[in-house]
């Protein structure tokens, strides 16, 4: 049996594990996340560092994350609270757990393995380490039936300059789940601002631009690209260059969409499986160029753009010498103004600094809703004689010209009194005419008018009123005109709902016809699909069942056989689709007309 002190020792060292083993138990933990399912080339994906056992306060520092063969972006760190009560023998023990995110956007052109190294994440003494780990990367196939492209200018753009960007993204059937990869939008070389989103509007598209999202709405029409109709969305953006690249031409990475698109045929309920597509548009080239030094106007405040103008109006026409007067200076373009500057309004081509005193500051402008108009007001002190506030001089540079250029504004004629109090608007009274006896008021000669107080010249003496039947027939036509009108409206809204939809049959037969046209030019695969869908839909609009001689599902069954990737469709189902379509339109001409709603 060992003796008493060794026992001491054993319990000594048991104790001192035990209590190790929960030290590191309290520790703070950390791993990677991986976001949206498993991520894809040429399209941003998301990781998450996420660390349990910090403090709720500070944030901790997000370290850089540097993977091999991908651009990682640091998107803030954010926390995750959950608060639990428990009572216990009617004592409340209220318990907070905060979970720390910290979120990188991962972007890769290749498929692959990435390998996500350990970084160390700190808070004060608090120290986390994730597990470096491998990811897998998986490529998408590209597809005939999505394209991408990026429209950007193609001159030189200049420093300041504001251009639009456009994203036009091509597809035949419906997508779902697509996300974008636009690398331009995170260059640190172009400021990108976006459209206002009217309220309610839920055609915009997230993009990812540098550390944020951004919402871009969007437009759909139908264009057609080599014989094939697709549907067009276009993104429209604005990008302003900063800064200029080295060597002054920013090469711009190829941007991408994916997308899931339908295949196979699709089930009883009209659901078909999908699959990933991507779409990817080729790399770009942009000249910046910076603004020339030479010929630069005094009043050049960093304007650019090919469309301005210039409007400036004053609170009061007549002001005391040594009053301040309020100038409001517009500026209107035909692009989003919120990086324009006015300047100081003193110096030359604008107030002369003898007559007039401006603020020492540069004013602030106030944005229009559509963003193409600014308003800067400014409160001038007139300081000398004057009869008016001069044409204010605006400069600006013309990219397309390459050469600055400079409007004014129209002179505004004002009074100056050097004494007396300040007369407004307000304060101009009439006054009335006195006899020119010793006790008549004598009149300011400053408020005296010059006005014409004749009723009628005297060639318009002997001109007398309209009558007779010309007088009637005024009268007539006030009469006829708006019952001419309201009788049409009348019609148009008694006969909208017939017009409407004999629009939507001639739209649909026209569809079935031109496939028929060209039934013996084309692939059987390529023909009868889009036949029995025009069949379909006009049945629809002619309100009849769609599966008359069950031609519509011969053409599907047609367009799966075989031999339909060789052959054109066969004349026989070109027939029965051209008789099918002569039976449906004579049984329409014979039904009587639905009665319009009032």
Do not use: C
Not at 146 to 162: H, S
Not at 237 to 263: M, N
Not at 423 to 431: C, I, K, L, Q, S
């Amino acid at each position: 049996m060992p003796p008493r002190r060794s026992w001491l020792r054993i319990l000594a060292i048991v104790f001192a594990v035990l209590g190790a083993g929960e030290a590191r138990a309290d520790e703070p933990t950390a791993q990677y996340r991986v976001q949206g399912g498993r991520p894809h080339a040429e399209v941003p994906f998301h990781i998450d560092l996420v660390i349990e056992g910090f403090d709720d306060a500070p944030p901790p520092e997000q370290p850089p994350l540097e993977i091999a063969g991908a651009t990682v972006t640091p998107l803030g760190v954010s926390p995750q609270t959950s608060r639990s009560i428990q009572i216990i023998n009617g004592r409340r023990i209220d318990s907070v757990q905060v979970t720390w995110v910290l979120r990188y956007r991962v972007l890769t052109s290749k498929d692959g393995v990435l390998s996500v190294p350990s970084v160390e994440v700190t808070q004060g003494k608090l120290r986390a380490r994730p597990a470096a780990g491998n990811l897998n990367v998986d490529s998408v196939p590209t597809t005939d039936d999505m394209k991408l492209a990026l429209e950007v200018p193609d001159r030189p753009v200049f420093v300041g300059e504001t251009v639009p960007i456009k994203v036009r993204w091509l597809f035949r059937s419906d997508p779902e789940d697509q996300t974008f990869s636009v690398p331009l939008l995170g260059l640190d070389t172009f400021a990108i601002s976006t459209p206002p989103v009217a309220a309610g509007n839920r055609k915009v598209i997230e993009l990812a631009a540098g550390t944020k999202d951004i919402q871009v709405p969007y437009e759909i029409d139908t264009v057609t690209v080599g014989g094939a109709e697709f549907r067009r969305l276009t993104m429209t953006l604005q990008a302003t260059p900063r800064s200029i690249p080295p060597g002054g031409k920013l090469e711009v990475p190829g941007s991408a969409v994916i997308a899931a698109l339908a295949v196979g045929r699709r089930d009883f309920f009209g659901q078909a499986r999908t699959r990933l597509f991507r779409a990817t548009d080729a790399p770009r080239t942009l000249e910046v160029k910076p603004l020339p030094e030479t010929d630069r106007p005094a009043t050049f405040a960093g304007a650019v753009g090919d469309q301005f103008s210039i409007e400036v109006r004053t609170s009061r026409s007549v002001v005391q010498l040594g009053e301040p007067v309020e100038l409001a200076v517009t500026i209107k373009s035909d692009q989003r103004l919120e990086s324009l500057a006015l300047g100081k309004l003193d110096g030359e081509g604008r107030l002369p600094k003898d007559r007039f005193t401006v603020p020492s500051e540069a004013p602030t402008g106030v944005l229009s809703d559509d963003g193409k108009t600014k308003t800067f007001k400014v409160d001038v002190q007139v300081t000398g004689p004057t009869s008016e506030i001069p044409s204010l001089a605006f400069s600006y540079f013309d990219p397309v010209k390459a050469a600055y250029r400079t409007i004014r504004s129209e002179p505004i004629a004002v009074s100056v009194k050097g004494g007396g109090t300040i007369v407004g608007a307000d304060d101009v009274v009439a006054a009335r005419p006195t006899s020119r006896g010793s006790g008549a008021a004598q009149l300011d000669d400053t408020a005296s008018v010059k006005a014409e107080l004749s009723l009628s010249t005297l060639g318009q003496v002997d001109q007398r009123p309209l009558g007779g039947a010309a007088l009637w027939i005024l009268v007539g036509l006030l009469y006829i005109v708006p019952l001419g009108v309201l009788g049409f409206r009348s019609w148009q809204l008694r006969t909208a709902t017939q017009r409407e939809e004999a629009g939507e049959v001639r739209a649909a037969r026209r569809r079935v016809e031109e496939l028929l046209d060209r039934g013996d030019q084309g692939a059987a695969r390529e023909l009868a699909g889009p036949l029995a869908a025009a069949l379909r839909e006009l049945a629809r609009v002619l309100g009849r069942p769609s599966d008359d001689q069950g031609l519509i599902a011969r053409l599907e069954t047609e367009s799966f056989a075989p031999s339909a990737a060789d052959k054109p469709l066969s004349a026989d189902l070109r027939s029965d689709a051209a008789g099918l379509l002569r039976k449906w339109m004579n049984d329409a001409r014979k039904r009587p007309a639905r009665k319009a709603a009032s």
